[in-house]
């Protein structure tokens, strides 16, 4: 459990706040570049860590990200017309570029310079392979992107999704770290049914449901590791990072591509939880692709995706099963078929993380030894978020962009082995090298 002030501690990302603060030194995963496909198209609203915002690509292709509310008298800038390198309010026709400058004041004096004196806040964007990141920070030069290597392989070599979740992101990433939850809520009543590398990994995690877990601290955030029982000789661990501020991996069965997320907080009570799943060294194939654009898996299908609320940015992205219809649960397939009966991985990891309430009082909790990659975690948050509150101290990763190349991995080894070191290999993204998990 937490108490009662670490809890609000970390529920709070808007701006001032010490949780905020440690997001604003990072890096943010916000948009698929193809939300703002084309130059001077359609503005789109967009709200991130508790601001609402505007973004825009440019005559230059350049991505903008400005406050939503104009600084003249606060019409939102969404409204605007993209044109000739800015936005222009179509209030009273004042413009800004990407940086936040204001390029054109049309209904004050020509020869006054007020606009000289006028700057919208706006952050900058960065564009790589079909994804645009921002940073909302306080650095004038920040750093390089986080080397992640989802974000660095070919576009046909990784797929992605994303949802709008209506719970607080600590909430939602923690059913990310939390391996034990997957022998229960992801589990099927008929494994026998299921074909390929998954099905020898379900069957593990079927038959030893109570997993031991250890942690090690690394320099981008955790490394938690959950030790099952095959047979007399080994272990089976599957281990799982952990990457500050909000990234979390999944290992692969065998040769399938790896997954992972990054769950952007839209405020404190929603979040976007964005998956990734990636080959380090092939393409996709196209029944991989089939299979995550109709939500087998992780991700959330196409078809999944419910009606936007203009009031909810982002709300675009979210699935068809909500708190209102009790995310389609069927109590005849929970009888025979599916342990949760909710239909869609994703849709049970939502259903779930969204049922404890838009921001959980931790303080009742009771955590046993299974949770303990989550307790870790929270610890790694409160340290970060109390140094650089109190000490300026920047937090894990943020100035160590390179620390990022890691893969999650299951891997089979003797049961004297430490797992860090023999797992190090695998755990760690080598361009172009390719170790197949167990
Ligand atoms: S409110 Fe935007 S120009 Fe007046
Ligand atoms: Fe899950």
Redesign the pocket.
């Known amino acids: 459990m937490l108490s009662r002030e670490d809890n609000e501690l970390l529920a709070h990302v808007g701006p001032g706040t010490t949780m905020g603060d440690v997001f604003r030194q990072y890096w943010l995963p916000l948009l698929l570049a193809s939300e703002l496909p084309e130059r001077d198209g359609p503005p789109l609203r967009v709200r991130a860590l508790g601001e609402d915002l505007v973004a825009f690509r440019d005559s230059n292709g350049e991505v903008g990200l400005l406050a939503q509310?104009?600084?003249?008298?606060?019409?939102s800038?969404f409204f605007?017309r993209n044109e000739e390198c800015g936005l222009?309010?179509?209030?009273?026709?004042?413009k800004f570029d990407v940086h936040g400058d204001c390029v054109d004041?049309p209904?004050e004096p020509p020869e006054s310079n007020f606009k000289d004196k006028v700057h919208q806040p706006a952050y900058p964007c960065r564009e790589r392979n079909g994804l645009i990141w921002a940073y909302m920070g306080p650095l004038s030069d920040p750093p390089d992107l986080p080397a992640l290597e989802w974000n660095l392989v070919p576009e046909s070599q990784r797929y992605m999704s994303k949802r709008y979740e209506e719970c607080n992101w600590a909430q939602a990433l923690e059913g990310g770290i939390d391996s034990s939850h997957s022998s229960f809520l992801h589990s099927r009543l008929n494994v026998n049914e299921i074909q390929g590398e998954q099905r020898n990994g379900m069957l593990v995690k079927e038959r030893d449901k109570h997993p031991r877990f250890e942690v090690v601290d690394t320099d981008y955030g955790v490394l938690v590791a959950a030790r099952r029982t095959p047979d007399e000789a080994n272990y089976y661990w599957r281990i799982t990072q952990f990457l500050m501020p909000a990234y979390t991996m999944l290992p692969p069965y065998g040769q399938d591509p790896m997954s992972g997320h990054f769950w952007l907080p839209i405020d404190d009570q929603t979040t976007m939880a964005w998956t990734i799943t990636w080959h380090p060294t092939r393409p996709l194939t196209e029944p991989e692709l089939d299979n995550m654009r109709q939500g087998w898996g992780l991700h959330v299908g196409e078809d999944m995706l419910g009606m936007p609320d203009p009031r909810l940015p982002g709300s675009e992205w979210r699935p068809i099963a909500t708190r209102e219809n009790d995310y389609m649960i069927d109590r005849a397939r929970q009888q025979k078929e599916v342990f949760s009966g909710l239909p869609w991985i994703a849709m049970q990891d939502q259903a779930l993380q969204e049922s404890m309430g838009h921001v959980y009082d931790r303080t009742n909790e009771h955590l046993g030894v299974a949770d303990t990659g989550i307790i870790q975690v929270r610890r790694r948050w409160l340290q970060a978020a109390k140094s650089l509150r109190h000490q300026g101290v920047t937090p894990a990763g943020a100035m160590n962009p390179e620390s990022y190349r890691v893969r999650a991995a299951a891997v089979i080894l003797p049961r004297d082995a430490v797992w860090v070191e023999a797992a190090a290999e695998h755990l760690t993204a080598r361009d172009g090298v390719h170790i197949p998990s167990a």
């Open positions: 509310n104009c600084p003249h008298r606060g019409a800038l605007g222009r309010c179509v209030y009273h026709g004042w004041m209904n």
